[in-house]
């Protein structure tokens, strides 16, 4: 198992034309979002406007899913859909996006091979989880969104405060269990290959 523990004072923060886009992770380390040569991406962003228009991502498949607020987000030709805390829509990145609402939303992106999934996980103060892992995931990210909790892979842990988020790649025969130190909510991204 090889992880690192990334804070918040080490995330790039952009403006964009309806609000900001922090970036949290890119894969491979040395890729780069604009000129698009990553395997995935995470980030969070706020919309901070009534209608904004998704920047057209040819070769990128992505997945959104609300953290605070409620949009309703259209693809043109496709669907429409009302999205609030933690709904997740899917979509590619060159469909004609656009959405209505306020939020903060949390974003994967994926090319070629490389895909993933999101899941929010709200645990009490106290409680234990045991993350599942599946064969197949290359990498596992958790982000904390609230709270701070505790996360036990085999014999270390790992402390986490509100914001940090932990990477974990080269997962076989690893146990996850998180442990919250505090009302906890936290997005697992588990990415595939």
Same mark, same amino acid.
């Given at each position: 198992?090889?992880?690192?523990?990334?804070?918040?004072?080490?995330?790039?923060?952009?403006k964009?034309?309806?609000?900001?886009?922090?970036?949290? !992770?890119?894969?491979?380390?040395?890729?780069?979002?604009?000129?698009?040569?990553?395997d995935?991406?995470?980030?969070?962003?706020?919309?901070?406007?009534?209608?904004?228009?998704?920047?057209? !991502?040819?070769?990128?498949?992505?997945?959104?899913?609300?953290?605070?607020?409620?949009?309703?987000?259209?693809?043109?030709?496709?669907?429409?859909?009302?999205?609030?805390?933690?709904?997740?829509?899917?979509?590619?990145?060159?469909?004609?996006?656009?959405?209505?609402?306020? &939020?903060?939303?949390?974003?994967l992106?994926?090319?070629?091979?490389?895909?993933?999934?999101?899941?929010?996980?709200?645990?009490?103060?106290?409680?234990?989880?045991? &993350?599942?892992?599946?064969?197949?995931?290359?990498? !596992?990210?958790?982000?904390?969104?609230?709270?701070?909790?505790?996360?036990?892979?085999?014999?270390?842990?790992?402390?986490?405060?509100?914001?940090?988020?932990?990477?974990?790649?080269?997962?076989?025969?690893?146990?996850?269990?998180?442990?919250a130190?505090?009302?906890?909510?936290?997005?697992?991204?588990?990415?595939?290959?």
């Open positions: 198992m090889q992880y690192s523990i990334i804070t918040p004072n080490n995330f790039d923060t952009i964009w034309s309806g609000g900001t886009s922090t970036e949290l !992770l890119i894969y491979p380390p040395n890729s780069d979002y604009k000129q698009g040569n990553f995935f991406r995470l980030s969070t962003a706020t919309v901070e406007v009534e209608k904004s228009n998704f920047t057209s !991502l040819p070769g990128i498949s992505r997945k959104l899913m609300i953290l605070e607020g409620e949009i309703e987000i259209t693809h043109e030709n496709q669907y429409r859909k009302k999205l609030a805390k933690f709904d997740i829509d899917s979509f590619e990145g060159d469909w004609k996006t656009s959405s209505i609402g306020k &939020c903060v939303d949390f974003n992106m994926t090319r070629g091979n490389t895909n993933g999934e999101l899941t929010a996980i709200s645990i009490a103060a106290k409680e234990k989880v045991q &993350c599942q892992i599946e064969d197949t995931i290359e990498h !596992l990210v958790l982000y904390i969104l609230t709270g701070a909790v505790l996360v036990h892979t085999n014999e270390e842990i790992h402390r986490l405060p509100k914001g940090n988020l932990l990477v974990i790649h080269q997962l076989k025969d690893v146990k996850i269990k998180i442990e130190k505090e009302d906890s909510e936290l997005i697992e991204s588990k990415i595939f290959k």
